[in-house]
């Protein structure tokens, strides 16, 4: 089993930075993707970002190109998401999920809880 749990989420206002922390413990593989998703009120759970174990592919959704920026430290087993330029459509909850990279949610196994993430305008 493994667990995930994200932090950093919060309230900002249009224009500011966030970053998402997502750890992972317990009987994680040996070599494992990461990725975030974002699931806003009323709407699907949608791809935002992902990274291969070694951090040299990464994938992002178009809605956050050259915003947005996954990395990992897997010393820590740790994936961040560095949020800039943040807009109030990035609100949502931001569940990181490890498995295969990939933009679809059924390609990653474990999920996290999930955190808030509220862009005032």
């Known amino acids: 089993q493994v667990q995930l749990v994200e932090s950093g989420g919060g309230l900002v206002q249009t224009g500011d930075s966030l970053r998402l922390s997502c750890a992972a413990s317990g009987r994680t593989p040996s070599d494992y993707a990461m990725g975030w998703f974002r ?5 699907e759970r949608e791809f935002v970002a992902g990274i291969t174990w070694s951090g040299g592919t990464t994938r992002y959704a178009d809605s956050v190109k050259g915003r947005f920026t996954i990395s990992r430290d897997n010393a820590k087993n740790t994936v961040y998401l560095q949020m800039n330029s943040l807009k109030p459509e ?3 909850v931001y569940y990181c999920a490890t498995g295969r990279l990939s933009s ?3 390609a990653y196994r474990y999920w996290g809880q999930g955190t808030q993430v509220t862009i005032s305008s």
């Open 90 to 92: 990035d609100t949502a």
């Open 39 to 43: 699931q806003a009120p009323g709407k």
């Open 104 to 106: 679809v949610a059924s």
